[in-house]
């Protein structure tokens, strides 16, 4: 207070020194502290230097680091190498190819000859339908216990319908080809197809796909332009995806008659790559085996 009022107190000259002292003593101090931190740290740093140093500085007659090893051969750059593409038939006339890459991982995947252009006008939409069902409840699986086979063996699965194919596909380790071919057969030619199963994915498809399809202006343009070049009457004009005025149209037994008349093993291939050919020709025979020759019809 004396400080603030200079003309009242004579002693301020007093009471400015005694607090430049306090100040000065708080900064003296710090600086001790800081210095003694400063210490430290230097001295653990030179102590890290030190065992650093002493583990991987070149000691005498020791082979420098850049160099190489007395003895050891060269390292040789050296391609991957990728076998040839081998081809089987199976009895039933389903052909098998595959090609050797030396990957972990394998990759398999089923090509059916069937898509939108083998639709009939009344199953517009039909084959999408088949996409968003597959990896679903089989004849021997339920949607629960497949979902969880193909989780425990680390699989990666996925369908994808065209104008021209299906095509089911997945990709795991090597050591779980066997299981990958099994569920992929299982989904192909052994769909449950429940009338509850494809009225609830009716429901997911016409809630979440179309109107995403339907707003689409890139998917809106590839489609209308097949549809001039092709015309309606004819099976390339035919959309290949569904829409909100056709989804109710397909029921559970024009999916059967679908397969029936498509799913077989003149209209199928299977192909992997980075696998056992004769391994996999032994797990698509077992699987795709009993598959007919020929489709209904054809």
Known sequence: RA???????PQWLCCCLIRGLQIVRMLASTARRVGAVG?????????????????????????????????????QPTARATG?????????????????????????????????????????????????????????????????????????????????????????ARSHVGDLVSILGESVMEPLLAD???AMWQGITG?????VIEGDANIALSEATHAAAYQDDTPLGHSSYVSSATLGNVSS?????????????????????GVSHDELVSSVEQVFGSAPATAEGS
Not at 3 to 8: A, D, E, F, I, Y
Not at 144 to 172: C, F, K, N, P
Not at 207 to 211: L, N, Q, V
Request: contains cysteine; neutral net charge.
């Open 196 to 198: 509850w199963e494809v």
């Open 253 to 273: 037994n024009d999916l059967r008659a679908f397969i029936t008349r498509n799913f077989a093993a003149n209209k199928m291939v299977v192909s992997a790559a």
């Open 84 to 172: 040839d593409l081998k081809v089987s038939t199976l009895a039933n006339g389903l052909r098998v190819a595959s090609q050797e890459t030396a990957s972990p991982v394998a990759s398999v995947g089923v090509y059916v000859d069937a898509g939108s252009r083998t639709e009939q006008r009344s199953e517009a939409g039909l084959s999408y339908l088949l996409q968003r069902l597959a990896f679903k409840s089989t004849q021997t699986r339920s949607s629960l216990r497949l979902t969880r086979d193909i989780e425990d063996a680390g699989l990666h699965v996925s369908a994808l319908s065209s104008r021209d194919s299906l095509v089911y596909s997945g990709e795991g």
């Open 207 to 211: 809630a979440y796909d179309t109107p």
């Open 39 to 75: 210490a430290k740290n230097i001295r653990a740093t030179a102590s890290e230097r030190s065992f650093f140093t002493g583990v991987f500085a070149d000691h005498p007659g020791q082979n420098p680091l850049t160099e190489e090893f007395p003895g050891v051969p060269a390292v």
């Open 3 to 9: 400080c603030v009022h200079v003309p009242r107190c």
